[in-house]
């Protein structure tokens, strides 16, 4: 079971059990007689490599649960064409190398044409593509308190879209390209907002005491699904723009979250504790139709679509270290794809759903690769995440 805790501003503790990500709050040079913890930071640990991203965490006055909820795991994102491969990486190409910063890249499919688009000495993360892939909008910190900003596809015209002491997260572009969905904390809790494609006033999509987290777009914009967690509320809802209704979907006492809607806009995966252990369900959003996907002994998270909507990516640790499977949404068919001493997880299907593209720590560094859909032609496309390799012998660029 995959469960971190962390209180802000209320008990600078964590509780962990069996994941390599550690989750803590600080404020930096704080003596005996500190301020409230004002600092979360995310750790990625995968074998020889640590990876983290800082975020201010100015306003959060409620705990938060980030279990299977914040991408820390640096999810290779597709562009629309399919042709590139975005991600954020510390980028340092040999241990030696001082520059271990998180900054954003963009790659070829096939590990061609490595290309960094940020430098700068503040954290650069979570980027998303535009609809007609002409640009990117990405996490910073080089403001000093963690904003949304946007930029070109070769790294030019950074543009700064939010301005608030808070927190804002970004989430992507709608499926038209006219908003972007972004998180904040200005509410004393992480809220979900809406501002214009180039940014401007946003509007406040959620308002209640507890965080919602992990939101999905609907295919055709008019809903947004969510996670919502607090004291006595882990369940996933969907809210409908056309009424500007939240409904709970999940209802039940366990845990429910990680939601993803199918291309089809109705039937939803999502992962729940409901059976006593971590699995992946779909449902029919119309008929409440349930299916339960995957029956293993250990956790089965983070499930993907495929573009046509008949199988589902994911994440599971049945075979005691975490590799990725697929499944068709009946629950037939469960292939694992990779098989690796390393850490094997966020995958992201290509818009064509003939690759799917994961990050591993089977290097002993954090890497991009690609396979087939098939299982087939397991490809390293980074070198500890940034640089291009700079040797490449078969052994190391196809995998068995």
């Known amino acids: 079971m995959e469960r971190q805790v962390v209180c802000l501003a209320i008990v600078a503790a964590l509780l962990a059990t069996g994941l390599p990500l550690t989750v803590s709050c600080g404020e930096e040079n704080a003596g005996p007689a500190a301020a409230p913890l004002t600092r979360l930071t995310f750790v990625y640990r995968g074998n020889t490599v640590e990876d983290s991203v800082t975020l201010p965490t100015t306003n959060i006055t409620t705990p938060l649960d980030l279990s299977r909820a914040v991408p820390v795991e640096a999810t290779p994102v597709w562009s629309p064409d399919g042709s590139r491969i975005a991600f954020y990486s510390r980028g340092a190409s040999e241990p ?31 980027p998303s593509w535009s609809p007609d892939g002409a640009q990117l909008v990405f996490y910073s910190e080089r403001t000093g308190n963690g904003d949304v900003f946007a930029m070109n596809v070769d790294g030019s015209g950074v543009t700064r879209l939010t301005d608030d002491p808070a927190i804002d997260i970004p989430h992507g572009w709608s499926p038209d390209g006219a908003e972007i969905l972004f998180s904040s904390a200005r509410d004393g809790d992480l809220e979900l907002y809406l501002m214009g494609g180039n940014g401007g006033s946003p509007t406040q999509v959620t308002n209640n005491a507890v965080h919602d987290l992990s939101p999905a777009w609907s295919p055709d914009g008019s809903q947004i699904v969510l ?10 809802f969907v809210f409908n723009r056309l009424t500007n209704i939240t409904t709970n979907l999940t209802v039940h006492s366990l845990w429910d979250g990680q939601p993803a809607l199918a291309p089809d806009g109705i039937n939803l995966a999502f992962v729940s504790e409901r059976e006593g252990n971590a699995e992946i369900y779909v449902m029919d959003t119309e008929l409440s139709f ?111």
């Open 227 to 236: 996670q919502s967690q607090g004291p006595g509320s882990r369940d996933v």
């Open 96 to 126: 030696s190398d001082p520059d271990t910063n998180l900054d954003i890249y963009v790659t070829g499919a096939d590990g061609s044409d490595v290309l960094r688009l940020t430098d700068d000495p503040s954290a650069d993360a979570f």
């Open 290 to 400: 349930l299916i339960r996907v995957t029956r293993a002994s250990r956790e089965d998270s983070h499930p993907v679509w495929s573009p046509d909507g008949s199988r589902l990516a994911f994440t599971s640790n049945r075979d005691t270290d975490r590799e990725v499977y697929v499944s068709n949404v009946d629950g037939s068919g469960q292939t694992r794809l990779t098989l690796s001493p390393g850490l094997d997880t966020a995958p992201s299907w290509s818009p064509d759903g003939s690759r799917i593209a994961f990050v591993s720590t089977r290097g002993g560094g954090r890497d991009i690769y690609v396979v087939n859909s098939d299982g087939s032609g397991a490809t390293r496309i980074t070198n500890n995440g940034g640089a291009p390799r700079r040797t490449r012998s078969p052994e190391e660029e196809t995998l068995p």
